[in-house]
């Protein structure tokens, strides 16, 4: 090995250029390649409700499902308004959510506003949440929140329009033999049906949620 | 280019993100029991209303010890375990000890009323909020959510979700705590 490489002319001009070359663009490399991983590092992140880098492209309000009063409805139904979207479903074995309490809430302090906002909860649940449970349930919360069914499909194509992830678990001691899995998260939905926002009841009080949407409800205003 | 992996690598978290409580939600187990906290926590100031809409606070019970329980009617494991506290209540209740239902019904005291008749609750008193107040004050996540406070208002320890309130080992602490604090005096 040493061999080939003390034969070759050490001093070559030639030579001496493209080592040079080649090293300046290692260096050159290494600091590109600090530069972007010292910027993904310590860019510091925006807080959630503004933050859009959650796939959000990805995320659009798509489904045709059934609503607590039996009535077939599109994302078409909710146009015009910003969407709160959230899934999970009426039977918890052990601790139940109570992020559709936290929604009620956004809605009395929207007040007025609240009439812009159209809150949905999407069971991801379909065998167990009929209609009939759905209306009895959304209406223990708030009367504008709107219960959402649908066939196993219907739910299957509605989460993934939201990008959400849901699952049957089987378990004997649940009553029924299953429980559901399901994120708990808010997506917040422009009028058009884009992504907007994602709240985490953990995360955003509900004065906090309110604040955000009034502030875009603003900007709607002035943009008017 | 950067930029899309970058986001892509965010989708990916977002997603194990979503996963991971999903997981812990679905796979909590039934069986967890109450235990205490190595040492007493101070508790945020809790307020309600009776029944007969009186304002109330957790301080007015000062003196005994509460097991003040945070549920609603339209939460099953809530509904599941209220006979137990109710059981509870009828045997250590009094002047030394309080189960404290506190209920965030938004409907109000009317379909907790039904469900007390139903259930055939007898000992519980029925403690309103409506507004939901106390799950911000106490930074609640999920129903039911339990604790154990002493005769001075502090925290001795905290359950997030059901329990057999009446089972012999939890009757036997409460006993315990309630016996220790009366020697102190």
Known sequence: MSDSTSSAPKDSPRLRGVRWAAWGLVLITAMAVAGIVGWSTFKPEPPLPTARQLGQAMIKSQFTLTDHHGRNVTEQDFHGRWQLVFFGFTFCPDVCPTTLAVMAQVLDILGEDAN???????????????????????????????????????????????????????????????????????????????????????????????????????????EK | MTVMTRRRAMTVMAAASVVLPAAVAGAAGTAKTFSLHDAPLPMSEVTFTHEDCRPGALADFRGKHVLLNIWATWCPPCREEMPTLDRLQGLLGGNDFHVLPLSIDRAGVKVVRDFYAKTGIENLKIYMDQNARVMRVLKLGGLPTTFLIDPSGQQLGRLVGPAEWDAPDLVTLFRDRIASAKNQR
């Open chain 1, 116 to 222: 812009k906002v159209a809150p949905m909860f999407i069971t991801v649940d379909p065998e167990r949440d009929t209609p009939e449970v759905l209306a009895e349930y959304v209406g223990a919360f708030h009367p504008d929140i709107v219960g959402l069914t649908g066939t196993p499909e219907q739910i299957k194509q509605a989460a993934k329009s939201f990008r959400v992830f849901y699952g049957k678990t089987e378990r004997a001691d649940a009553p029924g033999g299953y429980v559901m899995g399901h994120s708990g998260y808010m997506y917040l939905m422009t009028p058009d049906g884009s992504y907007d926002a994602v709240f985490s009841e953990n995360l955003h009080p509900p004065e906090k949620i309110a604040a955000e949407i009034q502030r875009r409800l603003k900007n709607e205003r002035i």
